[in-house]
Structure formats: C-alpha cells, structure tokens
T-cell receptor, first 115, second 114 residues
Framework: GESVGLHLPTLSVQEGDNSIINCAYSNSASDYFIWYKQESGKGPQFIIDIRSNMDKRQGQRVTVLLNKTVKHLSLQIAATQPGDSAVYFCAENGGAMEYGNKLVFGAGTILRVKS | NAGVMQNPRHLVRRRGQEARLRCSPMKGHSHVYWYRQLPEEGLKFMVYLQKENIIDESGMPKERFSAEFPKEGPSILRIQQVVRGDSAAYFC????????????FGPGTRLLVL
C-alpha cells in the first residue's frame, strides 16, 4: 500500500550545525504534509506543515521543502540545539480530504545533537 | 489553554481484561483521531470520530476494539479481552473544525499487557 518512508534512521549532528532530515512519500494524491517531533515518553509535537501548492515554508529555525516531482520532503533545522534531540516523523494526508484526513506516518528519524 | 489530554498515562492489564483509554480534545476541537504506536515504529491510524459519529474506522482491528465520542465527555478507546500484542502507546489527536488536517496530539497512554 501507500507509505511514507525515511532515508536515514539516525542522524548525528554537532550543536550549532544545521540538520537536514529527509522523507520520501509514495502517494501522489497527498496534498498536505506535516513534520512532528517526538521526545521520549511524549506525544508527537507539531513542528511545521506544508501544502502541495507550495515548495517551501519557513518557521522559527525550521524550514520544510517539498519536491513533488520526486515525492520528497525535507526538514531543515538551523543552528541545531541539544533540545532538538528527538525522533522526527513526517506524515502525509493521502489526499483523503473528504474523510477527515487520517495521517500516514513514516518510520521516524532519530536526531542526536552532540555538544 | 490546555492541549489534548489523555488518561491514564500508563495502564497495566492482564490478558483477558478490558482497557479503557480516554481522550479530551483541545477546547473548540470537534474532530478526534486515535493512533497506535509500537516500539520504534511510526504511528498507525486507527479511527476518526466526530461527536456521536464514527467517520473512519478503517484502521481499527475487526474484533475487540471499539471507539466512541459521546455528545458529552471524552472520547473512549475500548479494548476488550486484551492480549500481549495490544501492548503499545495509544495516542489521541484532535483538530479544529476549519483545519481538519492539522492534528495536535496528546501525551499518549502506554498500555502494557502482562
């Protein structure tokens, strides 16, 4: 079936460096994407979202890029901090607008920030 | 400005018992979603509800699992006759009427079946 997957299961970066977390999706009908951060023992925390009519969206220290041609999504974190250490998930809506938009999650990427 | 609330945070049950997980959506949110997360995996959709209605239960196991979102009170995910394979983290999310896709998650309930 359709799925969302991540290229790198674990990413280690030095504090202060920029981080890039990648995600590939396979459902061409998806028109909405979200990045979540999940710390140990907690629920997923909304980071940033993007619709398919956009290529780029920026937030505070984070940028999401969407390449619909190759069905690729990335999350860029500027000046990575120790508090950014977590598991990051991308999720897509599968294009099911009329059914309330259940989200399909990728497996997750572990981000480790070294001080 | 409370977020999505779930209780209990941890639940231990013996095989064959029933588990009841509760979720109170964010204030003003009328859509509730339940997801299950196995260790070191992503979240898997289970069910989507609005008040008094199940909209999409395509991710729910056919037996033993049920969900409701009554007119008054929290949403309930009920697992009857639990088995060890039900051990997982169960997350509830809610979204506002005008933006159903943007889902905000609660802290989850960790269910352990002995």
């Amino acid at each position: 079936g359709e799925s969302v997957g991540l290229h790198l299961p674990t990413l280690s970066v030095q504090e202060g460096d920029n981080s890039i977390i990648n995600c590939a999706y396979s459902n061409s009908a998806s028109d909405y994407f979200i990045w979540y951060k999940q710390e140990s023992g907690k629920g997923p925390q909304f980071i940033i979202d993007i619709r398919s009519n956009m290529d780029k969206r920026q937030g505070q220290r984070v940028t999401v890029l969407l390449n619909k041609t190759v069905k690729h999504l990335s999350l860029q974190i500027a000046a990575t901090q120790p508090g950014d250490s977590a598991v990051y998930f991308c999720a897509e809506n599968g294009g099911a607008m009329e059914y309330g938009n259940k989200l399909v999650f990728g497996a997750g990427t572990i981000l480790r920030v070294k001080s | 400005n409370a977020g999505v609330m779930q209780n209990p945070r941890h639940l231990v049950r013996r095989r064959g018992q029933e588990a009841r997980l509760r979720c109170s959506p964010m204030k003003g949110h009328s859509h509730v979603y339940w997801y299950r997360q196995l260790p070191e995996e992503g979240l898997k959709f289970m069910v989507y509800l609005q008040k008094e209605n199940i909209i999409d239960e395509s991710g729910m196991p056919k037996e033993r699992f049920s969900a409701e979102f009554p007119k008054e009170g929290p949403s309930i995910l009920r697992i009857q006759q639990v088995v060890r394979g039900d051990s997982a983290a169960y997350f509830c999310a809610s979204s506002p009427p005008g933006s159903r896709e943007t889902q905000y998650f609660g802290p989850g309930t960790r269910l352990l079946v002995l």
